[in-house]
């Protein structure tokens, strides 16, 4: 039981932490990633300059497959004169592609809200997204704090690739405080441990 409760302590600790704007994944924190739909994601080299790392970000042909982040910083994306969002953006030839960049976890009155974008050249390319004109959406949050890419997005996209992003930015707003530890460790069972059952 003591070390069950030491990896869940161990597993508070280390997902409390999470990262900040910009991502450059110069930062082992960037690392955290959670791919979804088949897509996998992972900090590589950059494969044109072996001393910066980037996301890999790798599809595989279903719809809306892609990864996500918790951020420890939010997004704000409520002043409509500074509401960019940037990235570098690398794909392996011209042949044109659409991806989806979409931000969840915001307070009311838009707790999620997406773009998408297009990449039509080979190599590295800066990507700049503004939400100031996102139709159908009521005005923007102040504290998006998750951020979400798909790769070959959109109904029907079953093209596949793998895509290199670096340098995201955007405007941030408050610190998400991690969870707290407990103050008090778990209880430890006064039966025999072949009694207990989990």
């Given amino acids: ?11 508070v600790v280390t997902t409390g ?16 990633w959670g791919p979804f739909n088949g897509a996998t994601a992972m ?13 890999e970000l790798t ?13 420890g910083q939010s997004i704000d994306l409520s ?6 969002i940037t990235l570098r953006f690398w794909t392996p030839d011209a042949t044109p592609r659409t991806h989806l960049l979409k931000l969840e976890g915001g307070g009311q009155p838009a707790p999620a809200t997406q773009l998408y974008f297009n990449t039509t050249v080979a190599g590295w390319q800066t990507v ?6 996102v139709t ?21 996209n079953t093209a596949t690739g793998t895509y290199y992003i670096d340098d995201i930015n955007a405007p941030v707003g408050v610190v998400i405080p991690p969870d707290p530890i407990p103050a008090i460790p778990a209880p430890i069972p006064n039966v025999a441990d072949s009694e207990v059952y989990s």
Avoid: C, W
């Fill in 1 to 11: 039981m003591r070390k069950i409760t030491f990896l869940l302590m161990l597993l």
């Fill in 17 to 32: 932490f999470a990262q900040t704007l910009p991502l450059d994944f110069e930062d082992p924190l960037d690392d955290n």
């Fill in 43 to 55: 900090v590589v080299i950059d494969p044109t300059d072996g001393t910066n790392q980037v996301l």
């Fill in 59 to 71: 599809s595989n042909g279903n719809d809306f497959d892609g990864a996500s982040i918790n951020l």
């Fill in 79 to 84: 002043d409509q004169a500074s509401n960019n």
């Fill in 128 to 133: 700049t997204l503004n939400f100031s004109n």
């Fill in 136 to 156: 159908g959406n009521p005005p923007l949050s102040n504290s998006y704090t998750i951020l979400v890419l798909f790769a070959d997005s959109g109904p029907g």
